[in-house]
């Protein structure tokens, strides 16, 4: 899904570890799989559009909540 966003080449094709960056434009967001959480102190806009790629993408893929 990223790599339909943001292009083939903003988004690495191996990775390994809990870490993932997006780069578009010399604009890089960096990801934290464990805690989702997008880090681009470059710019702010950037920042939120892929928070909210990531958030969508995890809602989509993670199974719902049951509270028992």
């Known amino acids: 899904m ?3 966003m943001f292009g083939e080449d903003s ?5 390994k570890g809990e870490k993932l960056y997006v780069t578009v434009n010399d604009k890089r967001a960096d990801i934290n799989l464990t805690n989702l959480e997008v880090k681009c102190p470059n710019d702010e806009t950037f920042q939120q559009i892929v928070q909210t790629a990531v958030t969508k ?12």
Not at 11 to 15: E, L, N, R, S, T
Not at 57 to 68: F, G, I, K
């Open 11 to 15: 988004v690495p094709k191996i990775f």
């Open 57 to 68: 993408l995890y809602q989509c893929l993670a199974p719902p909540q049951v509270e028992t």
């Open 2 to 4: 990223l790599q339909d």
